[in-house]
Every structure is written in C-alpha cells, then in structure tokens.
C-alpha cells in the first residue's frame, strides 16, 4: 500500500487557493502511484478560521466538494474540513473519499481551548472512535490533538486499525534548535505512538503561516518499530510524501512485540468506574 | 543571573521571510511600503522583506522630520544600497511644522514626537494606498511589551514581523542578515528629538529588560521571585510597571460589545477570505 501524505500550506477562509494545494499534491501523489492522499487538518478550509466556520462549514452534498469527489475516482483521499452535523453544530472533521463516494468520517475528538487554542468555541466533539474501513486496510485516523491522548490511539489499534494517520495543523514556536519546537514535540508523539502501537504512523502536517501564526510541517511516516518510511518533510515547505506501507510486516511487527494486546484494559475500566463514582 | 533563552537565528530568519512572502500573498495586494528609520528594527524588516518578496516590491521611505539627525537618514541610504532597494525620500519637515503650529505643540517635545510619528504613518498608508501595497511595521516585542511606541504612530501597521522577537534576538537577526555595524553598534532611537534615545527614556535599556520580561511575561514569575533568582528590586519594579502602565497599548481600541455579534469578540473572522 502507498501513501501520500501531503504537507501543504493552507490560508483560512481562501478555499480556491487552497483546493490549488491540494490538486498539486493529488498531482504528485499519482505520478508516485499512491493508493490514498492524507492531507492536513481541516485542508479544506484552513485552520484558523474562527467563527468563518460559519459559511465554511458543509455537508456532505455541498457543490464545494464536487472537485474532491471527482479527484478520489483516481485516488482515495482523507480531506479536513468543517463538517456541518445534521442536528446542528459543526464537527472538525476527516473525510475519506474513494471512487467519488463518501467511505468513513471521523470527528475529532478532543478539540484543544487552551493557549492559543480556541476550537472548544466553534466546534463540537466527536463521539466515536473506530477504524475507518478501506478496500486496503482498517486507518485509524486522529486529527492532531487526539494523538496527543495516548488511549486514542491504542483503542484505535485495539479495534483493529492497520495504520494510523495523523491529520495536524500543529504550530510551532522557534527556538534555540535547527528544528523548530512545535516539529520536535510532534516528533517525539509521532514516533512514541508507532513504537508504543507498534502499527505504522504517517503524520501529515501543515506548513506557512496562517493570521500570523506557524506551522512547522515535517510530516512523516514511521513503522511500528520506528524505522522511517517516508520523511520527514522539509521545515515550512510544501512536500508531498509517499511511504510504502507493508501490512505483513506490520503483522509480524506486533507478534513480536506484541505490547498493544498487553494493554490492561481492566485498569482504564477500574480508573473510569472509581472516576464515576 | 537568568538569560534570555537562545534562538535558532536562521531559522527564524527563514520563517519571518515566508511570513512576509504570505502575508502579502493573502492580501492579494503587490508590495510593502515601510519607513527606513536608520536604526536596526526596519533595516531588519527591510533584509526579511527582501528575502520574503524580493527588492522589487518592496518601497522604503525615509522621512526625516525637522529635528531628525542627518546620520539617520545616511544609515537608511546605506541600507536601502546595500538590499538593492529604491529609497524614496519624502522630507515631512515643513508639514510638521505646520501641523505644530496649527496645533500649537510646537515647544512640546512629546507631543511634537508624537505628532511626528503619526505624520510618518499617515504618509505610509498614503503611498500604500497609491502604490497597492501594505504597511510594513517595524515594532519589536519587548517595544511593545513595553509600550514604546507611539499610538497609531509608528505601532500602526498592517503586518509586524517582529512583534514577537525580542530585541536581543533582533540584533542577532540583525548581525545574521549582514546589517552595517554602525547601525548595529549605535543606540536604539525614535530620533523625535535630538540627542533622544529608548534607554534615556525608559532607564534602562533593552538587553537588560528581555531576561525579565521573558521571564514574567512567557514563564509567570512574579516580581519577588525575579528578585530571589537575581535580578535587581530596582530593575525588576521598574520594567514591571512599564509593562502594566502602557498595557492599553496592546489594544489600541476597545468596542462597547451591546450585540451578540461583536467584531473580534463574537465574531473572530479570518483576515483575507476569498472564494
């Protein structure tokens, strides 16, 4: 299996140029022969968008997407974008197109309202966490602060996931290292969650600016023993990267260090009902 | 005694030019105007500019005023040579005068320093509107931490690269870009009034504000535990009340919010939307 995974550079609320960014990278990711293109978190629309996500936000019918839609009838794409719910609110949301349809969407879970972040005001939470089913493989997919909630991703793997995708529009702050701060934090999670998983990782990041704010990029694929498939992607540039994901090896990974099926489920259970108490 | 943490100079250097180049990109807009002072802060907007959008869309001002020294405006010719950039001068000496006299502040030196630097402003957003083009600002944080700065004087900008880099980093950023030593070594200066420069005004000088600022601002540390690691009760109660006198700055207006759709409060909308 190949997958692309496209680091580009959005701008809130400019959708065209934005689509741009993406048609490049669909562009790429053909010529390398991938099966699936991930893009960053909310791709579509930019992240900052603030209380835009009001006349951003669609539903799975809008016009806006019929060039995603026609773009997946030659390669499968997971895509960010402000999801309008039919009860109303707005989820930050993954949507993995293929052959024109719609095949699994995943809400983000945890939606950061601290520091900088501001998403607790504009969307609402997902309420589920499964695997998205794919002709190729069960993806587990997480949007950016829900891989920095470990039991994430180990559910995600428990129920069966053969990769994990990250989608981020992680940013990042200079400081005194080559790499900037926000890219080394990613780093040490994206390689934490493979290991720790031991299923492959392929984090896709944004990079530039966005309302004065930086994004790192640095995207990167990983095997669950933390070898590198793919990457890591150039510090704020566009890329287009493609990892080969073998899901034998990533089998064979996980009876030999079969650290997932050890999880002590019944310590989470026995947390959550003295919690509850 | 505690130091301002380091910075990776290249990599912030890189990062700011992209920052320009987008910023620019997203306006939809074709260049930046900017004044060129002489000193270190828009000599280093300047060189990022360059590297973000290249020499040819970028128009430099020098704007001297009637008490402006003669070596500033050598210091913006010599950058403006050393970029490849076109300088324009436009000599607001008779204006402010007019405009001081009219006002009558003329034997004020703040308010004619004030004055000044909202004449300077007035004319960049002028030539902005003329030539298509956004303002550049050249404020640094710890100015603006501080509140040195004129309102809608020289803190009125469209985009302000180094609003968040300390002015200890921007003399490293100043010697990565190959900025003239003259203008590197001499003092920090609004050049309102001759012989002015920040650390007379402010008592004391930038080097010595940043480990304190950072320390409070970024990390939290109250003014006794300042104190404790080292640095001076003087200094330290006197860059503190600095910080919270000129606070208002930060948000030069503030909107009788009486609507659930407030701008900037209620509603956070995006800067450049687009179809």
């Known amino acids: ?277 | 005694m505690l130091k301002l943490p380091a910075v990776d100079v290249p990599l912030l250097a890189q990062a700011l030019a992209a920052f320009l180049a987008e910023e620019l990109r997203a306006s939809g807009l074709s260049r930046y105007v900017l004044g060129l002072s002489g000193g270190l802060d828009s000599a280093v907007v300047a060189a990022l500019a360059v590297r973000g959008v290249g020499p040819k869309r970028i128009l430099p001002f020098a704007l001297p005023g009637p008490t402006s020294s003669v070596e500033s405006t050598q210091h913006a010719i010599q950058v403006a040579e050393q970029l490849g950039l076109a300088l324009r001068l436009l000599d607001l000496g008779a204006p402010a005068q007019v405009l001081a006299q009219t006002l009558g502040c003329e034997g004020d030196r703040l308010r004619f320093g004030n004055l000044m630097a909202r004449l300077r402003m007035t004319a960049l957003f002028d030539q902005a509107r003329a030539e298509s083009a956004l303002v550049l600002g050249t404020s640094n944080k710890s100015e603006i931490l501080l509140g040195y700065c004129t309102l809608f004087g020289d803190q009125a900008a469209s985009v302000q690269p180094l609003g968040d880099v300390w002015k200890t980093h921007v003399y490293a950023l100043g010697e990565f870009l190959g900025i003239p030593q003259a203008i590197l070594r001499k003092n920090p200066t609004a050049d309102l009034w001759p012989g002015q420069t920040d650390a007379g005004e402010l008592g004391f000088d930038y080097l010595e504000a940043d480990p304190i600022l950072y320390y409070h601002h970024d990390q939290g540390l109250g003014e006794g535990e300042l104190v404790a690691l080292g640095f001076p009760q003087p200094l330290v109660g006197q860059v503190l009340a600095t910080y919270r006198r000129n606070r208002f700055k930060w948000r030069p207006t503030v909107i009788a919010r009486v609507s659930a759709s407030c701008v900037n409060v209620d509603r956070i909308l995006p800067r450049n939307p687009r179809p």
């Open chain 1, 1 to 277: 299996m190949r997958v692309g995974l496209a680091q580009i550079a959005t701008c809130p609320g400019q959708l065209s140029h934005n689509w741009q960014a993406h048609l490049w990278a669909i562009q790429e990711a053909k010529k390398a022969d991938a099966d699936l293109v991930v893009f960053p978190e909310l791709s579509l629309s930019g992240y900052l968008v603030g209380h835009g996500v009001l006349e951003l936000a669609m539903d799975l019918e809008d016009p806006r997407l019929d060039p995603v839609r026609e773009a997946s009838r030659e390669v499968a794409l997971l895509v960010g974008l402000p999801l309008r719910l039919p009860q109303g609110g707005i989820a930050n949301a993954a949507v993995l197109w293929e052959q024109g349809q719609v095949v699994g969407v995943h809400h983000k879970l945890y939606l950061p309202t601290y520091g900088m972040f501001d998403e607790g005001r504009y969307f609402v939470p997902g309420q589920r966490l499964v695997p998205l089913p794919w002709g190729k493989g069960k993806l587990g997919v997480l949007i950016c602060e829900d891989a920095w909630h470990p039991s994430c991703a180990s559910l995600l793997v428990h129920r069966g996931t053969d990769l994990l995708l990250i989608m981020a529009g992680g940013p990042s702050e200079v400081g005194d290292d080559h790499v900037p701060l926000g890219m080394r934090r990613w780093h040490w999670l994206v390689g934490a969650t493979a290991i720790t998983t031991v299923t492959p990782t392929l984090f896709a990041n944004r990079c530039g600016w966005e309302e004065g704010i930086l994004f790192s990029g640095g995207s990167w694929a990983l095997d669950g023993r933390g070898r590198t498939l793919a990457g890591p992607a150039p510090v704020g540039e566009p890329a287009l990267l493609v990892a080969t994901v073998d899901l034998a090896a990533a089998r064979r990974h996980r009876s030999l260090a079969p650290i997932p099926q050890g999880e002590r489920w019944e310590l989470w259970q026995a947390h959550g009902e003295r919690s509850a108490c």
